[in-house]
């Protein structure tokens, strides 16, 4: 037994022979436990609000067993976990992980006085009913010492924070131990990492995307009957933190008679070698509230319901009310939402077969959305490029980065999972594409949302038409549609100063080029089937010059 599993052992057992344990406690016996404790309040709707510190994930103070090698500092941080929680009396909450169809529960340990931390992923992950189980498969420890006060007054960079997460080598050995941070996140991506290595890993029954799903059944027209049929469609949804997943998750396609559309999961879920997907929590979701308004009305009901728990929210002095629009206190804002209170939201949390899968960015130089080819898919989810947002490191917020498979939470050998990934697209005849929801063009005008999901309605009732030629990202262009602004799509259209788009694609691939080398350095070859499929230098680009003159 390694040495965190030992300490998660050892501080629940001696918890519970000394009478110190909180266990098997209901979703209301937990909220009543947090109420208690200063800094946790009851809003004016009856939901639960409380700030965390920090108030984000500790990106830069995480690490994990695979990728680094673990020694002494490790054991000492093992063995002050056991001497910080003996003194403390902890709550200690199980719950299941998915459906519960794979055999696998979590275990979150915690100081009594972090009880609201309990509530949020009671509502995330589990029932309301109680449970306690025998032998969790994932543990997650969270405790505090003497500068967890001082942390406060400084910058993320410089806290005193310690995230060490034991992946092992079979069930019941994956243990995270957060030192200094409670924030709700680093339990929910604790379980996030451990799926990730598990299935890919331990079960190797596929691999854990960073991606949602939803399933929409469409009128769409058939071309063997030649006449539209009601059609189901499973398409994943993939995007770093703050790029639009969950508001693209949880809008309604559906517009005709007997048409329907809901979610099946938000953040995460294994994408199996069958094609098919599981999303792994099933009480509610963990959603960003910066921008949360009207415009995104199911997840806006939910978070002013009673049943949420906003982690980092503004509120308003007495009669204590949410204001989402107030993002002083921080842009990462989080409440978790019950999927009894999303209307969308379906009733399990698998899909057979998933028949697309979007990959979101925020890149200018991006079309609204492009086609790609498995190979090309497989690329760019090796490039990764988005933005850097609130919620991993907040000092980069805003700030354009490349995050292999969009998932800073991967453990193990990438161009493994990349392989993976690459053959069930191939088996399984997944249709994949590019959508930008940032700004794009010389202006870097805002591609609206309106604008987003009438490109992906077209995209799923084969009302989009793409391009035979690629563009100057390599990547096939929308020609043609039926709701969407054609206009608007195409960035480079959308570039008047071609001396411009020159030098920002220079720095580009530039850029791109300095990933290539650094990956492949590290982890090897790509197969050049793959890794040709897009460009990565600015002279690679085919015809180049009769692009920008279009």
Aim: hydrophobic content about 35%; some cysteine.
């Amino acid at each position: 037994m390694n040495d965190f599993k030992k300490a998660a052992v050892r501080i629940y057992n001696d918890a519970k022979k000394e009478n110190r344990l909180i266990e098997g406690r209901t979703l209301d016996e937990l909220k009543r436990i947090a109420l208690r404790h200063e800094g946790v309040i009851q809003t004016q709707v009856g939901s639960v609000a409380a700030d965390s510190e920090p108030m984000s994930r500790s990106a830069p103070h995480t690490r994990n067993s695979v990728d680094h090698p673990f020694g002494e500092p490790e054991e000492r941080l093992a063995r002050q976990a056991v001497e910080r929680l003996a003194k403390e009396k902890i709550v200690c909450l199980d719950t299941m992980v998915g459906d519960g169809r794979d055999g696998v529960t979590a275990r979150f340990i915690m100081p009594e006085p972090y009880a609201q931390i309990a509530y949020g992923l009671k509502l995330l992950m589990d029932s309301p009913a109680a449970r306690v189980v025998e032998d969790p498969t994932y543990t997650v420890l969270f405790f505090t010492d003497e500068a967890f006060e001082p942390n406060k007054k400084k910058k993320l960079l410089d806290k005193d924070i310690t995230v060490r997460l034991w992946m092992g080598e079979k069930r019941g050995e994956q243990v995270k131990i957060c030192r200094n941070t409670v924030y709700l996140g680093e339990a929910k991506k604790a379980v996030f990492m451990f799926e990730d290595w598990r299935v890919k890993a331990i079960d190797r029954t596929g691999i854990f995307l960073h991606a949602g799903a939803r399933r929409d059944w469409l009128w769409i027209h058939d071309l063997e009957t030649d006449r539209p049929e009601l059609t189901e469609t499973v398409t994943a949804i993939s995007g770093l933190t703050a790029t639009g997943k969950t508001t693209t998750l949880c809008r309604r396609l559906a517009r005709l008679p007997r048409e329907s559309s809901e979610m099946i999961g938000d953040d995460g879920g294994i994408f199996g070698f069958d094609g098919s997907y599981a999303a792994f929590e099933i009480g509610g979701l963990y959603v960003k509230t910066e921008g949360l308004d009207e415009n995104q009305p199911e997840i806006l009901r939910a978070a002013e319901s009673r049943d949420a728990f906003l982690e980092n929210v503004a509120v308003t002095k007495y009669p204590y009310m949410p204001d989402f629009k107030d993002t002083r206190k921080t842009g990462n804002g989080r409440a978790v939402v019950t999927r009894e209170k999303l209307e969308i939201a379906s009733a399990g949390l698998r899909a057979d077969r998933l028949n697309s899968i979007v990959m979101l960015t925020r890149n200018p130089l991006a079309n609204v959305i492009s086609k790609l080819t498995p190979e090309q898919a497989t690329m760019m989810f090796i490039y990764g490029e988005s933005i850097e947002s609130s919620g991993g490191n907040p000092e980069e917020a805003g700030r354009f980065k490349r995050e292999f498979f969009l998932d800073p939470f991967m453990a193990g050998d990438r161009l493994e999972h990349a392989m993976i990934f690459y053959e069930i697209l191939k088996k399984s005849r997944i249709k994949c594409y590019l959508a930008n929801t940032g700004t794009i063009g010389q202006g870097e005008e805002k591609v609206t949302l309106r604008q987003s999901l009438a490109a992906y309605n077209d995209m799923l009732r084969y009302q989009l038409r793409f391009s035979t030629e690629p563009d100057y990202l390599g990547l096939h262009y929308p020609i043609k549609c039926d709701r969407a602004n054609l206009d608007l799509m195409i960035a480079h259209r959308l570039f008047p100063d071609r001396e411009l788009l020159r030098k920002k694609l220079v720095d580009f691939f530039r850029g791109r080029e300095q990933f290539l080398e650094a990956f492949e350095g590290k982890y090897g070859k790509i197969p050049e089937a793959i890794r040709e499929s897009v460009p990565y230098r600015y002279r690679d680009i085919n015809d180049s010059e009769r692009i920008l003159a279009e």
